[in-house]
Structure formats: C-alpha cells, structure tokens
C-alpha cells in the first residue's frame, strides 16, 4: 500500500481537460523511484479508481476544474472542499463519477487523512485532439511546484536522481510527440467538424 497517491484526472484527448494527466506524467519523473509514492493516471476512469484510493492514506489530485475564475487561475482545496469543486460543474463525464467515488470512498470505510486538489481553469475543452491551451499550459509548472510543496508537507521528497526510464504513460504520449505530431485541419478527416461544415455553408 503507497501512502500517497498523486492521481491526475482527465482526457488528453479534449485541450485542457488533460491538464491533471500532464502534471501527473511530470510528477511521475520525480517521485516513480519513491515506495510510499503511487503516480496514477486516472483519465476518466471514475469508479475503477476505487481499489487505489482504498489502498492509500493521502491523495493529491491534479485536474482541470470549473471554479468560476479567470482561465488559467490556479488554486488549491483540501479534504472537505473537494468534493464540491468536483461537482461544482460537469466539465466531463469523469467529473461527476469521481465526486460519487470519493462519497463510495466513505461508504466503504476508507482510511484517507487528507485530500488535497489542485486544479486550473480551463479555456477549451472542446479542441479534439488539441493539447493544452498557451494559459494553461503555463500553469503546469506552477501546479507541480505547489503539488511538491504539499507532498514535502507530507513528508515526501522529490528525487535527486536521474529522470526513470518508464513513462507513466505511453511516449507517443508525450505532450511534445502529441503536439508536433497533429494533423492540421487539411489533412485530418473531420466529418461534423465545425470548421468544415462551415467551408461546405460558404
């Protein structure tokens, strides 16, 4: 069992809805090598996350989250305000589902001592295939800094060694590989795209 989990939730696939998966792979760099550490990538998976959180006493979360603010602000909620940011608006179909979670959590006895949510407010959810936005993107170092400070009040910290040599994720992944790799509007296929059908209007 880790005591920590840093669990970053969202989709790569919808621009800044993959911001809590992004700041999650670079969190992965500095704590995989760390046994009380556990480094997830919920995506959207909602329910499936269960059998981590019942196995772990903190949980940092990183996610792009609706609180009404200017896009790009960055904040931070712990333990009970989280689960009402969460649900504060339905971004994404993993929004609700990890709220329901968290309260499942509860039901089943769940051993969490604090929950801490860190999270940016988007600009687009909607660009498929996008990556994240120019304001959002630079929050992503911000976020892990602050996560750092937070799992350093925990007492875990970063390690000094060299980066490890799995990726949380896939490389064709990477937020690098994913943005010099898009296809532009000519040579991707976008039936029901917007900019299409307004080409076809005119």
């Known amino acids: 069992m880790a005591e920590v989990t840093i669990l970053g939730l969202g989709n790569l696939l919808w621009a800044?809805?993959?911001?809590?998966?992004?700041?999650?792979?670079?969190?992965?760099?500095?704590?995989a090598d760390n046994e009380k550490?556990?480094?997830v990538d919920g995506g959207t998976q909602g329910l499936a996350l269960l059998p981590w959180l019942q196995q772990t006493e903190k949980l940092l979360i990183m996610d792009a989250i609706d609180f009404g603010m200017a896009p790009g602000s960055l904040a931070?909620?712990?333990?009970?305000?989280?689960?009402?940011?969460?649900?504060?608006?339905?971004?994404?179909l993993h929004q609700t589902s990890f709220?329901?979670?968290?309260?499942?959590?509860?039901?089943?006895?769940?051993?969490?001592?604090?929950?801490?949510?860190?999270?940016?407010?988007?600009?687009?959810?909607?660009?498929?295939?996008?990556s994240l936005t120019p304001q959002v993107?630079?929050?992503?170092?911000?976020?892990?800094?602050?996560?750092?400070?937070?799992?350093a009040q925990w007492g875990i910290t970063a390690s000094s060694a060299a980066l490890p040599t799995e990726r949380l994720n896939h490389y064709s992944l990477c937020m690098e590989r994913y943005e010099d790799e898009r296809?532009?509007?000519?040579?991707?296929?976008?039936?029901?795209d917007i900019r299409v059908l307004q080409r076809e209007k005119s």
């Open 16 to 31: 800044d809805e993959g911001f809590g998966v992004r700041a999650a792979e670079k969190l992965f760099e500095q704590y």
């Open 37 to 39: 550490v556990d480094v």
């Open 76 to 92: 931070m909620f712990r333990d009970e305000q989280v689960p009402a940011y969460l649900t504060a608006k339905k971004l994404s």
């Open 99 to 130: 709220s329901e979670v968290l309260a499942l959590l509860q039901l089943t006895g769940g051993q969490l001592s604090e929950i801490v949510l860190i999270g940016v407010q988007p600009e687009c959810l909607d660009d498929y295939g996008g």
């Open 137 to 151: 993107k630079a929050q992503l170092m911000p976020a892990v800094y602050l996560a750092q400070e937070v799992l």
């Open 183 to 192: 296809l532009d509007a000519q040579s991707a296929c976008r039936v029901g």
